[in-house]
């Protein structure tokens, strides 16, 4: 076995870039797996979604690790430590997919660290606690509408209400689960003992531009904002468009854009506030047809809670004020709620030391997007290590980039995390 200063150096003195080219390699060969002709999209339990999976499995197994499947689809390697009594450092990230997707968005950070679990098992290096990389099955919550479903399943943080949602074909979750022979007593038992765990820590692209215009490779996150989620009805009166007057009209969208308009002027008066409407649809919608209902999301996020709550319920208010003086009904659902967690200052600590001994500039930034990570605040300290994007920092699109370059240096970071954390 080797100490932990020889495996470093020998480490260190890898080919450049080895870690970084078999990581974008990976990265690329998932992509093919896709439910659209051109572009990625991969959901929940789709077909493309089970062969990733699968490829993954294989992957693991071929690393040399102890490998399965669990009835959620969550993915799982484990290196175990030569301490069988330790607790389990869990390094995990998402293979799910938005629509129309960047290809790194989670799956970088499945792969980095399993990149890494087998050059540990390659050096024959064990580390003092139980080692598992888990690729989480459904983390963005796109056929559904409920994410987090894999990684709070682990956490034991699984919402049995979920059971009852549907997608857009009107499939339940519970069916789905149900045809793959999975019931909730199955999914409970997934639930881990919070005293097994050593830790969380997750690889991910920053999904912004903060990393870019720094010009610094990687980043250690402070904190995952929390976001609340909605859905807007509203509605009006259809009328022909070409016989009633402007000042007689009901019009549901007129109104719906115009709570556009206030979310957008809310959210902009506090920089510590983000919201979107990222959905907007018209049932029925005619050219010629004063429109008689609409629909909307509304998503708002901020790493305080209380100004996020403040801004829900300025918005709220507007909302009603907005559907009362246009004489439309609105009514607001919410459908998801995720406080903000810190990420554990010992957990920051060990990524800021390791960045440090790589010779980069250490930065630290919060995370404006959900991630598995949250599932396990509370339960374990959870550290987050976020990787440059470029093409301006987009992301959750096909433009999404990471150079080898900075996946290579994400693996070395995770590397030297590994095995300086005790």
């Known amino acids: 076995m080797l100490n932990q200063q020889t495996f470093l150096t020998k480490a260190a003195s890898a080919v450049p870039g080895e870690f970084g080219v078999k990581i974008l390699l990976l990265v690329r060969q998932l992509a093919h797996w896709s439910e659209l002709p051109e572009g990625l999209k991969c959901t929940y339990f789709s077909p493309q979604h089970k062969a990733v999976a699968a490829q993954l499995r294989d992957w693991m197994l071929s690393a040399g690790l102890e490998t399965t499947i669990d009835p959620v689809g969550n993915v799982i390697g484990r290196y175990e430590s030569d301490n069988l009594a330790a607790k ?12 129309n997707a960047g290809q790194y968005d989670g799956r970088l950070g499945i792969l980095t660290a399993l990149v890494i679990a087998e050059y540990l098992r390659r050096e024959k290096l064990r580390l003092p606690f139980h080692l598992e990389i888990i690729g989480f099955s459904e983390e963005e919550g796109v056929r559904f509408g409920a994410p987090y479903i894999g990684s709070s399943a682990i956490a034991g943080r699984f919402n049995e209400s979920d059971l009852a949602r549907r997608d857009a074909s009107g499939v339940s979750l519970a069916a789905v689960l149900k045809q793959e022979g999975v019931d909730l007593a199955a999914i409970q038992k997934l639930a881990r003992r919070p005293e097994s765990f050593r830790g969380y820590l997750e690889v991910h ?31 009006g ?50 050219i010629n047809v004063i429109p008689g209902c609409c629909e909307l999301s509304l998503d708002v996020r901020s790493i305080d809670d209380t100004v996020r709550d403040g801004a829900i319920a300025d918005i709220l208010a507007a909302i009603q004020k907005i559907a009362n003086r246009r004489q439309v009904t609105a009514t607001v659902k919410e459908i998801a709620r995720h406080d903000a967690v810190p990420c554990a200052p010992q957990m920051q600590s060990a990524l800021a030391q390791a960045i440090a001994r790589v010779g980069i500039e250490t930065i630290f930034l919060p995370s404006g997007a959900g991630h598995d990570a949250e599932m396990f605040a509370g339960i374990t300290d959870i550290g987050m290590l976020f990787v440059r994007c470029g093409n301006g920092g987009v992301s959750h699109s096909p433009l999404e980039t990471v150079t080898a370059k900075d996946a290579d240096v994400a693996a070395r970071v995770l590397l030297d995390v590994l095995v300086n954390l005790h």
């Open 88 to 99: 389990t450092l869990v390094v995990g990230s998402h293979y799910d997919t938005v629509a």
């Open 205 to 235: 692209i920053e999904q912004g531009p903060v990393l870019l215009q720094n010009n610094l490779p990687l980043g250690v996150v402070t904190s995952i904002a929390g976001s609340v989620r909605f859905r807007v009805t509203i509605h």
């Open 237 to 286: 009166i259809a009328g022909h468009a070409g016989t009633v007057p402007m000042s007689l009209r009901r019009d549901a969208v007129a109104a719906g854009a115009e709570i556009v308009l206030d979310v957008e002027r809310r959210c902009a008066s506090d920089a510590k506030l983000v919201g979107t409407v990222g959905q907007f649809s018209v049932p029925h919608g005619l």
